[in-house]
């Protein structure tokens, strides 16, 4: 029951791709991720994954065309369909979804792939 | 895989304390709800809520203390927690609960318990 700070929370994040739990609700986490570059294909079995830009911009691929988030637009990419996320430029990210969804969905990535449940 | 901006779904919204629904994922809703005033005390049995305001500022009321919420600020509310939110001037929040939360959770009130699944 404690309030938390979306800017304070970002600002405790010095790396990409690798998310950070702020909230844990109904077998659900809300994790932030600053983005840059571009991430692995994938999918998640099982999983929904929303993601909302805070800051910034970011573009999720899917095999047949590509969507553009804006500062504040979000899209929930079904469970099972393939996606790679991208950004031209450093984006922070909201990303909801089960707590045990693995970043990497489906792969496993050397370079990518990040431990699940490091809170901030 | 369609994209939505969370300005442009505001400003669809011409009530108060009647949550809309954005997005669903794993059971889950993501709602948008303009407050102002003061919502009934209440509490959900079964679920966490997720509260972060978009634009102004927030109170939820424990009954053994307030938590004030600026914009770009959160606070989960766990199950069984008895809490009641307020607004000096119009805010507006996203919630993320369980598809099926009712928004008064245990009570029934005529002037705010408002209908579940209304997607905008």
Known sequence: MNKASLNEKFAMIHEHWRPKVVAQLNGQEVKLVKLAGIFP??????????FLVWRGQMTIEFRDRRVILQTGEFCVVPRGIEHRTMTDAEAEVLVFEPAETRNTGNIVDTRFTAP?????
Chains 1, 2 share one sequence.
């Open 41 to 50: 294909w994938h999918h998640h079995e099982q999983d929904d994954e929303m």
């Open 116 to 120: 699940n449940g490091v809170a901030i």
